[in-house]
């Protein structure tokens, strides 16, 4: 009886350190189920179903998150270097237009802010910020990095290095 017990115990444990495992690749190389919808700054609608067909790099951001400010110059490079892939580069903000367009070096990049989007921190089960994932054409997730240092910042590059060229 004591060792069915410990039989028992074990598969659990198996199952929650697998489950926890999952977690954390995040269903890396899967295609996403989730949805983000949400307006851009000039109040127009965004979805990232209606955008397949790119990559998509989507930052969770705040304009209080030290960490999101050292990443997005970074950023706003990625989308002007890998235009020739089709990348998108897309910030998430639970913040108002007004605090984004208050603020002139965020407001004048040449990317897309979608604002108001608590529905997609809840969707995506973002914890803590910066959390970014990088997107494929047909929308499986190729990258989810939480949190900033530069050496990810690295790897989310290499990797949108490795994507195809878009045909003219």
């Given at each position: 009886m004591?060792?069915?017990?410990?039989?028992?115990?074990?598969?659990?444990?198996?199952?929650?350190?697998?489950?926890?495992?999952?977690?954390?690749?995040?269903?890396?190389?899967?295609k996403t189920s989730l949805e983000v919808r949400a307006e851009d700054l000039k109040g127009k609608q965004w979805s990232l179903s209606a955008n397949q067909g790119h990559p998509v790099l989507l930052s969770f951001f705040s304009t209080s998150c030290g960490p999101c400010r050292m990443?997005?110059?970074?950023?706003?490079?990625f989308q002007e270097q890998f235009a020739d892939r089709g990348l998108q580069v897309v910030y998430l903000t639970q913040e108002s237009r007004d605090i984004i367009q208050a603020d002139r070096?965020?407001?004048?990049?040449?990317?897309?802010?979608?604002?108001?989007?608590?529905?997609?921190?809840?969707?995506?089960?973002?914890?803590?910020?910066?959390?970014?994932?990088?997107?494929?054409?047909?929308?499986?997730?190729?990258?989810?990095?939480?949190?900033?240092?530069?050496?990810?910042?690295?790897?989310?590059?290499?990797?949108?290095a490795e994507l195809p060229r878009r045909s003219l």
């Open positions: 004591k060792r069915r017990g410990k039989w028992i115990v074990g598969l659990l444990l198996l199952g929650i350190a697998a489950g926890i495992g999952f977690d954390l690749v995040r269903g890396m190389g899967m990443e997005f110059p970074a950023f706003v490079r070096d965020l407001s004048s990049a040449p990317i897309t802010f979608l604002v108001g989007a608590a529905d997609a921190f809840a969707d995506f089960r973002v914890e803590s910020l910066p959390r970014t994932l990088l997107i494929g054409a047909s929308g499986e997730v190729l990258k989810d990095v939480n949190g900033y240092h530069p050496s990810l910042v690295k790897e989310l590059e290499d990797r949108i």
